[in-house]
Nanobody, 119 residues
Framework: QVQLVQRGGGSVRTGSSLRLSCSAT?????MAWFRQVPGEWRKGVAA????????RLIDSVQGRFDISVDNAKNTVYLPMDNLNPDDSGTYYC???????????????WGQGTQITDSS
């Protein structure tokens, strides 16, 4: 089983930038980021195919967030620019086989890290 360890997060102001990272014990075909807020299902934010670098990001973060992977380190990143209060939540990285943002595609999950609004 792939183990995922996340780093990053914190309390940020509107308009600021932050980068999340997630290091895995081994490679996976697809890695992704999900976000969960209280009372809602965990929802996909971004996914990347670690072999061909195909990416998918939800509309609300396009132009502000990116997803990248350093395969030499088995680490996926979520650099975030121009954060707003709607970006708050608990972010989870995930690793799996299938490319997409469906939660069921992913079998391995990080511990989660929170982003809160300090504005």
């Amino acid at each position: 089983q792939v183990q995922l360890v996340q780093r990053g997060g914190g309390s940020v102001r509107t308009g600021s930038s932050l980068r999340l990272s997630c290091s895995a014990t081994s490679s996976s075909p697809v890695m992704a980021w999900f976000r969960q807020v209280p009372g809602e299902w965990r929802k996909g934010v971004a996914a990347i195919n670690t072999q061909n670098y195909s990416k998918r990001l939800i509309d609300s973060v396009q132009g502000r967030f990116d997803i990248s992977v350093d395969n030499a380190k088995n680490t996926v990143y979520l650099p975030m620019d121009n954060l707003n209060p709607d970006d708050s939540g608990t972010y989870y990285c995930a690793a799996g086989r299938y490319f997409g943002l469906q939660e069921g595609y992913f079998q391995n999950w990080g511990q989660g890290t929170q982003i809160t609004d300090s504005s």
